[in-house]
């Protein structure tokens, strides 16, 4: 029971340049999240998923769109980095049962130059 | 609308020292809270939850919150700090529907000197 990976850990961007980070649970969970972290800021929720096929905005979600094909993946595509999303970025999972608990990757550290 | 203040980026104890990290709330909707610790270059754990049941929460490693409604605060305590529990600690508040989304406070960091 892997809990919730992030793939790839670490990444350098040119400006301009495209990526997908991708996050994987293997506990069923419904809802899935991404957020980014910044140095004094916390962490800010970008996109979440509350289902397979559906996604929503959260509070920071410009310059980033993504998709849930698959219950299990939920992946968070950046078109056009800027040096802006230079940011340390994770993903969360939790049961829509629960309002509980958000299980946490360990994260994707991105630099754009 | 809700949003978490975190009072303090970084609070600095000695080993043995009484831990007190601080969060106050604000919710239009009955909130549940939450405390989250994150070792360097980790995700984040949960530590504990308040979901309107015991307003005395325990969590894990021996921490504590106590969610008091009239001064909207959700207060991290240890009685006594081990190095090992130098770390970030965030709380953080949703509401109490399914949908609801987490929303964090900036952060703690604790600093536990020998």
């Known amino acids: 029971n892997a809990g919730v990976t992030q793939t790839p850990k670490f990444r350098v961007l040119k400006t301009g340049q495209s990526m997908t980070l991708l996050c994987a649970q293997d506990m069923n969970h419904e809802y899935m999240y991404w957020y980014r972290q910044d140095p004094g800021m916390g962490l800010r929720l970008i996109h979440y998923s509350v289902g397979e096929g559906t996604t929503a905005k959260g509070e920071v979600p410009d310059g980033y769109n993504v998709s849930r094909l698959k219950k299990q993946n939920f992946l968070l595509g950046l078109e056009s980095a800027a040096p802006s999303q230079t940011s340390v970025y994770f993903c969360?999972?939790?049961?829509?049962?629960?309002?509980?608990?958000?299980?946490f990757g360990p994260g994707t550290r991105l630099t754009v130059t | 609308a809700q949003s978490v203040t975190q009072l303090g980026s970084h609070v600095s104890v000695s080993e043995g020292a009484l831990v007190l990290l601080r969060c106050n709330y604000s919710?239009?909707?009955?909130?549940?809270l939450f405390w989250y610790v994150q070792y360097p270059n980790q995700g984040l754990q949960l530590l504990l939850k308040y979901t309107s049941a015991a307003t005395l929460v325990k969590g894990i490693n021996g921490f504590e919150a106590e969610f008091k409604k009239s001064e909207t605060s959700f207060h991290l305590t240890k009685p006594s700090a081990h190095m090992s529990d130098a770390a970030e600690y965030f709380c953080a508040v949703s509401g109490s529907s399914g949908y609801s989304t987490l929303t964090f406070g900036k952060g703690t960091m604790l600093l536990v000197s020998p």
């Open positions: 919710s239009s909707v009955p909130p549940y």
């Open positions: 969360a999972s939790r049961r829509a049962s629960s309002v509980y608990e958000q299980y």
